[in-house]
């Protein structure tokens, strides 16, 4: 065997098609190029060259070479490269060097600590028995020997290979979300130039960044459309001050900003305004548009598309080609529209195929449209890891919104944003444009609130969960024939896009229009009704859905705001009946003006006290400890996503069955869930499985399924999709009592 060792070949991956292999000397040394092109951006580029050179040093051993032709399995490689680099440095001051050997462990399974990590790589090296680490993989190089030959064969293949002495950086206040995100940033140069060089077919060049002949397009566009505007005057110059001090502040160096302005008042062009004359200023390389909800995108995709030709979404919705999909994948793309889970999670997971993407954000410009309030326990590092982005990575962040979350009164936190308008106190004043009636002091029930509505035309109700939109709904029903409109995320996305079309054209044209919706409308939705009640929510979700209500300030708006006469919780989650309860609690001193900045920031300094901001304790153990797993576990925006289940949608009825057939066939794959996003609900039914079939993802060549967590509808049960109220698993004999068809 030591005879052989300067003769033997050494591949890459297992042969293609055409019976041709990639040398694992090749493969290394393109890695390694890229990574360096990927971290010389953000000054990191000998960390990132020495993670290319070094992620497969494992692959320079019998057992790798093994799994190629079929003689051995589950064998890992990559944990063979950090711990030779970890021995490499032993006498060195090792702490440099510590995210390059996360970031050459985890190429293929994820990020673990070095602390986690120690022993194995130690181990690895000294013990004659290969170790069992990585997802149960055994490594591909055990004991010193075995290290010592592949050190010759990767020697012999990069003879001027040196590692660099690196030196600690010394950072002020630089905390553990700060170093994870660093290790993260390296991670992602390593895993996307892996992922490229590895992919077969040449990836095609995203569309050229052009801000300025944008900018052009812009200026045009909002001409036309002040031609066609239906506002009040007041209205129309209240948004073009907010488009014209959105360019100004454009000029001022990177860093936070905030756009606090009232709903209506044309953010969303404004904040592309400030955008493009900020990318054109400070030389930025991209745009990044982060959404709360996905009913936003469909409606602010479609103002940009008019001024920039080729968008990029990256979404669950999205239904993209293999091309769109890798470049969605990888964030390349001068100008991608996301959601805030994608976003923020993205900065907090450990797995390569979420954190490739990463090192694109470098230099970006990043806005948070219609920016809500964070679940309280996980502000605190959500807004470590932004600033760090911005103080690290040059990137330029606006935080838009109606209701300006004040995170100064986070305790060691800081945030000085630079606000964009002069004086929107002022603003605030002139945009008034709703009376509020605050029915709080004894609770309403359902029965009393569509009596009300029955005596308007253009009415919507927001309540907070869906079994008290189908109550109200069923009621409405009850007492009129006129069509009423609901909307809930029981119906899947498509549905809810083409009933709020529909909603578009009632109040267009005048015709008597009523809808019963949970939040899912509330933010950004461009509807325009002239009353308006809302359950008791926190107060920003009251701002929003005010904002859906006399919206062009032709007439006067009024909204109610109640407590629903219901048993039972009253809230989705704990987080929005704390907010609630703030909410309740400053009317009992005073009633609050939706439109005064000043009790907005009440409002949040009570948000933000020590009594509901305490950080999520698994998480902030987590961070204590950089466990990447259990940061990645979490961290997440939405506490239970509930059970994802395809339905057949009439208007889309051809999906469905080309969807279902394959499923069922050959398996759920990536490719096919994206295909299905548009007609998937999540239910919260604890009894669903007994109307659904699982679907199963397939491994042919092992022979094996793994259950996924998406399920479709037994063909006896595609009834309970309803045309007008979607997802239902109560479908019953009408009788006379309407809480038969409640949940």
């Not at 990256?314 to 990888?330: K, T, W």
Request: glycine content about 4%; hydrophobic content about 35%; overall charge positive.
């Amino acid at each position: 065997m030591k005879n052989d060792v300067d003769v033997k070949v050494y591949y890459a991956k297992s042969k293609k098609i055409d019976g041709t292999q990639i040398l694992n000397k090749e493969h290394c040394e393109k890695v390694a190029k890229l990574a360096e092109k990927y971290g010389k951006v953000f000054a990191c580029r000998d960390e990132a060259r020495v993670a290319g050179y070094m992620h497969d040093f494992g692959k320079y051993s019998d057992r790798f070479q093994g799994v190629l032709n079929g003689t051995h399995k589950y064998i890992d490689h990559a944990i063979c490269g950090a711990a030779f680099l970890n021995y490499i440095i032993r006498n060195k001051d090792w702490k440099p060097y510590i995210p390059i050997i996360e970031a050459i462990n985890g190429h293929h399974d994820g990020l673990v600590s070095f602390g986690e990590l120690k022993t194995y790589l130690e181990e690895s090296i000294m013990s004659d028995n290969p170790v069992v680490f990585n997802n149960n993989k055994t490594a591909a190089l055990a004991g010193k020997w075995e290290y010592r030959q592949a050190q010759i064969a990767f020697r012999r293949d990069f003879p001027y290979f040196k590692i660099p002495i690196l030196q600690e950086e010394k950072t002020k206040n630089k905390n553990n979300i700060d170093e994870m995100l660093d290790t993260r940033m390296l991670f992602s140069c390593l895993v996307d130039a892996d992922y490229t060089i590895s992919s077969e077919h040449d990836l095609k060049k995203p569309s050229t960044f052009a801000p300025q002949k944008w900018l052009d397009n812009l200026y045009e566009y909002k001409k036309q459309i002040q031609k066609k505007s239906e506002a009040a005057v007041g209205v129309n110059d209240i948004r073009n001050q907010i488009f014209r001090e959105c360019g100004e502040a454009a000029e001022k160096n990177s860093g936070i900003f905030t756009l606090t302005a009232p709903t209506g008042t044309g953010k969303t062009l404004a904040l592309l305004h400030f955008s493009l004359r900020h990318a054109v200023a400070k030389k930025k390389k991209k745009i990044i548009v982060v959404l709360p909800f996905l009913t936003l995108i469909e409606q602010s995709t479609n103002i940009y598309k008019a001024i920039i030709p080729e968008i990029l979404e990256d979404h669950s919705q999205n239904n993209l080609d293999d091309i769109q999909r890798e470049l969605a994948e990888r964030w390349d793309s001068p100008f991608i529209i996301t959601t805030s889970v994608k976003f923020f999670e993205s900065l907090f997971k450990q797995k390569p195929t979420d954190c490739r993407k990463l090192h694109n954000l470098v230099d970006s410009i990043i806005i948070f449209d219609e920016a809500q309030s964070l679940p309280t326990d996980i502000v605190d590092s959500t807004l470590k890891a932004v600033k760090h982005l911005c103080d690290r990575y040059g990137c330029t962040m606006v935080f838009s919104t109606a209701t300006q979350p004040n995170f100064r009164f986070l305790k060691g936190i800081e945030w000085e944003p630079t606000e964009i308008i002069s004086d929107y106190l002022q603003i605030y004043k002139k945009m008034k444009r709703t009376y509020v009636e605050w029915r709080i002091n004894e609770k309403t029930s359902l029965e009393n609130i569509a009596d009300e509505m029955i005596k308007c035309t253009k009415v919507c109700v927001i309540v907070n969960l869906r079994k008290h939109a189908r109550k109200l709904y069923h009621i409405l029903k009850s007492k009129t024939k006129e069509e009423i409109f609901l909307l809930s995320t029981d119906l899947c996305p498509s549905h809810r896009s083409n009933v709020i079309k529909k909603i578009r054209v009632n109040i267009k044209n005048n015709v008597p229009c009523r809808v019963v919706s949970t939040q899912c409308i509330e933010a950004g939705v461009d509807l325009d009704f002239s009353v308006m009640y809302r359950a008791l929510a926190p107060l920003e979700a009251i701002i929003q859905a005010a904002g859906r209500c006399n919206r062009n300030g032709l007439w006067e708006g009024r909204i109610t705001i109640f407590e629903p006469d219901e048993n039972g919780n009253l809230y989705p989650d704990k987080f929005y009946q704390n907010a609630a309860m703030i909410v309740k609690e400053m009317l009992s001193e005073k009633l609050i003006d939706i439109d005064d900045p000043k009790d907005i920031s009440m409002y949040y300094e009570k948000l933000f006290s020590p009594q509901y901001t305490k950080e999520r304790k698994e998480l902030k153990k987590y961070v204590e400890q950089k466990n990447y797993l259990g940061v990645s576990q979490t961290y997440h925006l939405i506490e239970n996503c509930g059970y994802k289940v395809i339905v057949p949608y009439e208007e889309q009825r051809e999906l469905y069955e080309k969807i279902r057939k394959e499923a069922i066939e050959n398996g759920i794959t990536e490719k096919l869930l994206k295909m299905a996003a548009p007609i998937i609900v999540n239910t919260f039914d604890k009894n669903f499985e007994q109307y659904c079939e699982p679907l199963y993802y397939w491994d042919k060549k092992n022979r094996e399924q793994t259950k996924s967590d998406i399920f479709i509808l037994h063909r006896q049960y595609e009834n309970m999709y309803l045309k007008d109220q979607g997802l239902r698993f109560d479908v019953k004999e009408k009788k006379n009592n309407i809480d038969k068809y409640i949940l």
